[in-house]
């Protein structure tokens, strides 16, 4: 059974900083994914990465898997409170459509 | 395009009872999996349904049940319920297409379950 460990599991930073969460895997990922979840919603798909050592930006959030593909990390520049949120990792490591999650990570961003 | 739909939002129940939970899909999506999620243990996939067949699941217990319809539309039954089971119940819609993984999944904004 695969399991996923996301650290730190709770974050509160300033308006205005960086910040790096983590995601490592037990075994290596098929397809990682990273989603943020808000109060009373579910997840959001963020970003989909396939390839080791794959880098991918999304306006403030830069995304990368490790060489091996069991780990990645996702950091944030010049966080703002609408950043706030539970940020998970997955994998899906199925034909179809079957998703393991990560514990995620709480972030909290005051302004 | 409208998004994946979930009703009732909120529900109150008592152990013992049963519920029955329901996810519409976005239109044209055929693949719906359900997930439960707790503080406790995070996100957990509960099954997968895609042309009205179950095409995976996972390690819940068989009071643990689901179906979907020719539309798409999907329910989700727990019977028996018990005070463990209090829970954000998630489901997602996507394309579907057989085989495929990695596929984008777009999540409803769940039903939030208490078992008093």
């Known amino acids: 059974t695969q399991l996923l460990e996301q650290s730190p599991q709770f974050l509160s930073i300033q308006e205005g900083e960086n910040l790096t969460v983590y995601c490592n895997s037990s075994?290596?990922?098929?397809?990682l994914q990273w989603y943020r979840q808000e109060p009373g919603e579910g997840p959001v798909l963020l970003v989909t990465?396939?390839?080791?050592?794959e880098v991918k930006k999304l306006k403030r959030l830069t995304f990368q898997f490790g060489d091996a593909r069991k780990d990645s990390s996702l950091h944030i520049t010049a966080a703002q409170p609408g950043d706030t949120g539970l940020y998970l990792c997955?994998?899906?490591?199925?034909?179809?459509?079957?998703?393991?999650f990560g514990g995620g990570t709480r972030l909290m961003v005051k302004p | 395009k409208a998004g994946v739909t979930q009703t009732p939002r909120y529900l109150i129940k008592t152990r013992g009872q049963q519920v029955t939970l329901s996810c519409s899909p976005i239109?044209?999506?055929?693949?719906v999996s359900w997930y439960q999620q707790t503080p406790g243990q995070g996100l957990q996939f509960l099954f997968e349904?895609?042309?009205?067949?179950?095409?995976n699941k996972g390690n819940f217990p068989g009071r643990f049940s689901g179906r979907q319809f020719s539309n798409s539309r999907s329910e989700m039954n727990v019977s028996t319920l018990e005070l463990g089971d209090s829970a954000l119940y998630l489901c997602?819609?996507?394309?579907?297409?057989?085989?495929?993984?990695?596929?984008?999944?777009?999540f409803g904004p769940g039903t939030r379950l208490l078992v008093l």
């Open positions: 239109s044209g999506h055929r693949s």
């Open positions: 990465v396939v390839t080791g050592g």
């Open positions: 075994s290596v990922f098929s397809s």
């Open positions: 997602a819609s996507s394309p579907g297409l057989a085989g495929d993984s990695g596929e984008t999944q777009y």
């Open positions: 349904y895609f042309s009205e067949t179950q095409r």
């Open positions: 997955a994998d899906n490591n199925n034909a179809g459509n079957m998703l393991t």
